[in-house]
């Protein structure tokens, strides 16, 4: 019954009072705890308060009330007996007059209530009970209610009441217990597992009037039986029974030694020895009644199968034991035929799931159709189920991978030996991920065109020039000839600084990305230390390049650039890089750091007080870090590179976050390549072989030559620098060149003349190039 007697009980005092008393009220809960109830005997009251003004809101000290109207005075104040002083509480419609008996009576109108709030949660699986010294005075059902509470103010589970006849009517109070079966109803409440919120509160009312209640307690006592013990001594232990919602003091039916709820032909006591869940005919769900499953490892019949009932593939072949029924005879994957207690039941190293799963008969070993043997072949790749099996691949289909090369060809080795031994995965479309399917690297060197590509395809760049093959594709060129092609690549952006620019410094590559410098950014000597050659000078405060290139989603890159600095760098402070996909620069005073997204971070130590050359490298077999050409540090590849809203930056503004991030010290000739160079292009650019220098929009590139009448040749030479010193070589072959001019850049501009003589007839075909002399 749930009687609603107001809408909250709780304060905020209260809540705190229930954290402090919880712990120890939950102590002695197993065998029966009582709750400590404050002022439970109505005695802690002052008579003075009640001769000054008698019976004025007359509730109980340590109690609260919500409701009802409190007591009106009387024509007297309460007489005392002194040979029994004592305070009761009384529910009357008048109340004021004290009885016959010289008690002291603390009273409330009736639809009132009185409630304490005890201090302590509920908890699970616990019954409360409410014991009160009870009567009633004058006429009878005069009705009283007491019991547990929640913090909603609704009663719970089973209150007491106070108006059964069996309580005697008089003026005089009677101390008679609620246990006592004569004096009316127990309050109760049990919860179960689940509990309700709050702490447990105690109310105390009535809805009549002259109803008189004294001494209250309440017990709580666990309901949980002690889990190792055998209440009922079925042999079953309580825990046990609980858990599985067997009643743990009934020994009969269902809940005894020999009940079989489930169905199972196992007896509650064999489950319980077996581990098995009673209330589940197959604990495992392989598809056999626990009963069948006799755990002796050796299969009998259908009804004693030998396997375990707590493991659903006890031989550990892939298979379910309830779809292999050892009838020798295989239907499909779902009723196989097979020994459910052995791994390969016909012997022939395939274990029985991977057979049955691929149409293989696990019950023949080769001996009736050789296909079913680990020497058969039903996809015809050359390749037999037992390395099927060993590399992982599907013995009915030829290729796994679908690159076009059979399976049996894809060998694993590594190295191509011929069509037919390729060194490939055949479970991987593109073994050296180098952009292009394995069955289009014909590996023979002879390129065709995109579908037959010559290269291999177990090497990224076959003819290791830099290139990796798929760039060699998109270009059009030979990615089995290390001379095609002959021109250095050319990079997404190139920034030199030599236009020592105050606002701006250009991009000599064909793209465009002219850097934006911020701060007050000086110009010092370049790293070559030659006329012309400039460096930017960073602050470590505001000084930065931005540029508008992206690096988002690279498949392959290249970064490369100079860096000197005579100070200790702070942490984080940017090199060069994107934020959030491709950062560079120091992670601590002495250590250079590469972090990708994917991928993740490699660094190495590095105090470069002199010009030191930086390249930093990724593609398919990793990320690379390069000091002075020679790599000093790898880590696992990761692309393509993910994504960013953030752009390519010098020094600083945003390399290692969104903003700052400001280098201290010196940079120059940076450069960035959307292809993975390599070790020799890298040493190369180090050593100062090759430069980052493109074509089109700056560097040096003869864009006429013209021979006069007298044997001169004039060569219009563009991307110079004024002051700039240079070299023209000439070769009728390619190989052999010979200086046969010199000249310095012309003002005013980046292109220069030059004019020299002959030095005898002109060959036919006659090649010129144009070096920066040191």
């Not at 004021?96 to 005890?118: E, P, T, V």
């Not at 700039?724 to 001019?741: H, I, R």
């Amino acid at each position: 019954m749930k009687t609603s007697i107001s809408t909250s009980f709780l304060s905020v005092g209260a809540r705190i009072l229930s954290a402090l008393c919880v712990a120890i009220f939950t102590l002695g809960l197993a065998s029966g705890a009582a709750i400590p109830v404050n002022n439970a005997s109505f005695e802690e009251n002052a008579l003075a308060d009640f001769t000054t003004n008698p019976w004025a809101n007359a509730i109980p000290n340590g109690w609260n009330s919500q409701g009802g109207v409190p007591g009106t005075p009387g024509p007297a104040a309460p007489t005392v007996d002194g040979a029994n002083n004592n305070y009761f509480l009384e529910f009357h419609n008048a109340i004021g007059a004290s009885g016959g008996d010289g008690l002291n009576n603390l009273g409330l109108r009736s639809n009132a209530y009185i409630y304490q709030d005890l201090g302590v949660l509920f908890q699970p699986n616990t019954t409360y009970t409410v014991d009160i010294m009870v009567n009633r005075r004058g006429g009878a059902n005069n009705v009283g209610y007491f019991g547990i509470a929640d913090s909603t103010a609704t009663l719970l589970g089973t209150p007491g009441a106070t108006n059964s006849s069996a309580i005697g009517t008089s003026d005089q109070f009677f101390a008679v217990s609620s246990l006592d079966p004569a004096a009316g109803n127990v309050a109760t409440y049990i919860t179960g597992a689940t509990v309700p919120a709050g702490n447990v509160i105690l109310a105390i009312g009535a809805t009549t009037g002259n109803v008189v209640y004294d001494l209250v307690s309440v017990d709580a006592t666990s309901n949980i039986p002690d889990p190792n013990g055998d209440s009922d001594n079925d042999g079953l232990l309580n825990a046990w029974e609980v858990g599985y919602g067997l009643d743990p003091n009934s020994d009969v039916g269902d809940d005894g030694a020999d009940g079989d709820q489930d169905g199972d032909n196992l007896t509650n006591l064999e489950e319980q020895t077996a581990g098995t869940n009673p209330t589940l005919d197959d604990s495992d769900n392989d598809g056999l009644k626990d009963g069948v499953e006799t755990g002796g490892g050796t299969w009998t019949s259908l009804a004693d199968t030998g396997t375990d009932p707590l493991n659903p593939d006890g031989d550990g072949d892939g298979l379910l034991d309830g779809v292999e029924n050892n009838s020798g005879v295989y239907v499909d994957e779902n009723q196989t035929g097979s020994n459910p207690n052995e791994l390969d039941t016909d012997g022939d190293s395939l274990p029985d799931g991977w057979e049955a799963t691929n149409g293989i008969d696990p019950n023949d070993n080769g001996g009736v159709d050789v296909k079913n043997g680990d020497l058969g072949d039903p996809d015809a790749d050359t390749s037999s189920n037992l390395e099927e099996f060993t590399r992982g691949t599907d013995p009915n289909d030829n290729d796994s991978d679908d690159d076009t090369v059979l399976d049996g060809y894809e060998d694993l080795g590594g190295v191509w030996v011929s069509a037919t031994q390729t060194g490939t995965d055949p479970l991987d479309t593109d073994s050296d991920n180098d952009g292009i399917s394995d069955g289009a690297e014909t590996g023979d060197g002879n390129f065709v065109d995109a579908n037959q590509t010559g290269s291999d395809p177990n090497k990224f760049d076959t003819d290791a020039d830099g290139y990796p093959d798929e760039k060699e594709l998109s270009l059009g060129t030979n990615p089995s000839d290390p001379n095609d092609p002959l021109a250095f690549p050319v990079p997404l952006g190139y920034w030199s600084f030599d236009d020592q620019g105050a606002l701006t410094t250009a991009d000599l590559s064909p793209n465009g990305y002219d850097g934006t410098v911020l701060g007050e950014a000086s110009y010092v000597a370049g790293h070559t230390g030659a006329a012309g050659d400039f460096a930017i000078d960073f602050d470590g405060i505001d000084d930065a390049v931005t540029t508008p290139l992206t690096l988002s989603n690279l498949a392959f890159f290249t970064m490369a650039g100079w860096i000197k600095s005579d100070v200790v760098q702070t942490n984080r402070s940017g090199l060069f890089g994107q934020n959030d996909i491709l950062e560079f620069g120091f992670s601590s005073g002495d250590t250079v750091q590469l972090w990708s997204s994917p991928g993740g971070s490699i660094g190495t130590n590095s105090t470069p007080t002199e010009w030191t050359h930086i390249a930093l490298v990724g593609d398919g077999t990793g990320r690379m870090i390069f000091i002075d050409g020679v790599e000093v540090a790898r880590g696992a590849a990761a692309i393509p590179l993910n994504a960013s809203d953030f752009f390519f930056n010098i020094g600083g503004g945003g390399i290692w976050d969104a903003t700052g991030n400001f280098f201290q010290g010196q940079i120059d000739d940076v450069a960035v390549w959307d292809i993975s160079m390599s070790p020799q292009l890298i040493a190369d650019l180090a050593n100062g072989t090759i430069s980052p220098i493109p074509s089109d929009r700056g560097g040096l590139r003869i864009s006429s030559i013209v021979v006069s009448d007298n044997d001169r040749v004039t060569l219009t030479v563009d991307g110079t620098i004024q002051g700039v010193n240079y070299a023209v070589d000439g070769s009728t072959d390619l190989e052999n060149w010979l200086e046969v001019d010199d000249f310095s850049g012309a003002a005013g501009g980046s292109t220069t003349e030059v004019t020299f003589p002959l030095s005898g007839p002109i060959s036919p075909k006659t090649f010129f190039l144009v070096k920066i002399l040191d």
